[in-house]
């Protein structure tokens, strides 16, 4: 009996997510209990946003436009900024982008105490803020490979996931009933408050200076990254399977409207339609541990997008039943983030450190683009046919692309740990191989 115990326990240790760096790695510590704390104010942030411009136009195209404005200043400025990722300090890169990001909150909180709101003004700072975003997230990324050795490098992409679970979660309630409580003005100045834990975490950690083997941001350097993922065909299907389960099945724009007209739940239940995939996505994430020893992958993305695709069918067509509804975005968020962990540590193991800034910056541009675009076509959708048409029409087109994906992409499936891509690299002296960089001291 005790034998049996013990191999049970060995069991659940080894699906529970790994926290060795956390407990080993100092600056990854750092970094992580900053965002840790930030994180709930940005997600405050994210649920009250599309919340203020509702109750001031009443208007789905009104959400669906911010996801345009946010998207924009991505399409622009990503790339670059993986670029500059690259060739710079990331620490003093963060710190820069941590602050600017505060700055945005803070003039989302002036502009909400006005009495008669612009609704420009909102879109405007969404529109900087979102263009820093891209910025700050391939620099956050391609940091988290010189923070921890090469050997807890997919436990450390799990913990993260983890944590932007849990903020996830506690963020949009929490962000729910302050708003209900306070106002919007409020919650977007608790965001602001939150941004000092991870300026200070930054400030703490260790510089992280450029690769000698980086080039100085350009053009070049930025096609020399669009040429690496074009050539790992590996690399390239996540980027792809991605967009396509976020593009037809990301409902989130929806879920003013259909808290407030067809479930009748108020902006408490509003929050909670948007925490349901966190949550789910929190207990996905406390069970990554496996993640950390598969071996293919791949496989792992592909059914967790059919699981999020049938996750957000059921969803829609559970419009009479507030908790089912919920427990099918909890499906759905528990299944995609299985699929971040296993994308993200495909494309962190299969890129060289000089060039990680550049493949962080179009996995910034697919993972935050692609939920944009799912939004404005969400919304565009349920103004025609009704919200309800939207989420499940997106959740079979969803299911449709994954299909048309693997086809295009057998790579994908195939795809094995140690072995790689083996499509040739053509990113010159930089794609080599992995660098003694990659392997920071613990």
Known sequence: MSLKRSTRRERLRGLLVDLEPVRRDRDFRMIWLGQLVSG?????????????????????????????????PILVFALGGGAVADAVDRR???????????????????????PAPPLWGFYAVAFV???????????????????????????????NSLSAQTVSVVGPVFGGILVALAGAAWAFSFDVATFMASIVAVLLIAPIPPHPEAPRPSLRSVAEG???????????????????????????????????????????????LTAAPALGALVGSALTG??????????????????????????????ASFPLAL????????????????????????????????????????????????????????????????VVSGGVLCLVGLAAVLRLFPQLLGYEVGRGDRAPATAGPAAAGSTAAEAAPE
């Open 226 to 272: 669009l040429r690496f993922a074009r050539s790992h065909k590996v690399v390239l299907a996540t980027f792809v399977i991605d967009l396509d389960a976020m593009i037809f099945g990301m409902p989130s724009s929806l879920f003013p409207q259909l808290a407030l007209t067809v479930f009748n739940v108020g902006t408490a239940g509003y929050g909670l």
């Open 92 to 114: 003093k890169l963060l710190f820069v982008t941590q602050v600017c990001l505060a700055a945005t909150s803070a003039m989302l909180a002036f502009l909400a105490f006005l």
């Open 129 to 159: 803020a979102a263009g820093i975003g891209a910025v700050d997230q391939p620099t956050r990324s391609s940091a988290i490979p010189r923070l921890v050795p090469r050997e807890r490098l997919q436990a450390a992409i799990a913990v």
């Open 40 to 72: 709930v104010g940005r997600q405050v942030t994210v649920v009250v946003l599309p919340l203020e411009l509702w109750n001031l136009t009443k208007n789905p195209l009104a959400i669906g436009l911010l996801a345009i404005i946010q998207l924009l």
């Open 327 to 390: 427990l099918c975005l909890a499906v759905a968020g528990g299944a995609d983030v299985i699929s971040a962990v296993l994308r993200s540590s495909i494309v962190q193991l299969e890129t060289p450190d000089p060039l990680r800034g550049r493949l962080m910056s179009i996995h910034t541009l697919v993972v935050t683009s692609g939920p944009r675009l799912g939004d404005a076509e969400a919304a565009a959708v349920a103004a025609i046919a009704g919200p309800q048409f939207s």
């Open 290 to 319: 496996w993640t950390s020893h598969a071996h293919h992958p791949g496989r792992g993305v592909a059914v967790s997008v059919a699981g999020w695709g049938a996750a957000i069918v059921a969803f829609g067509l559970l419009a």
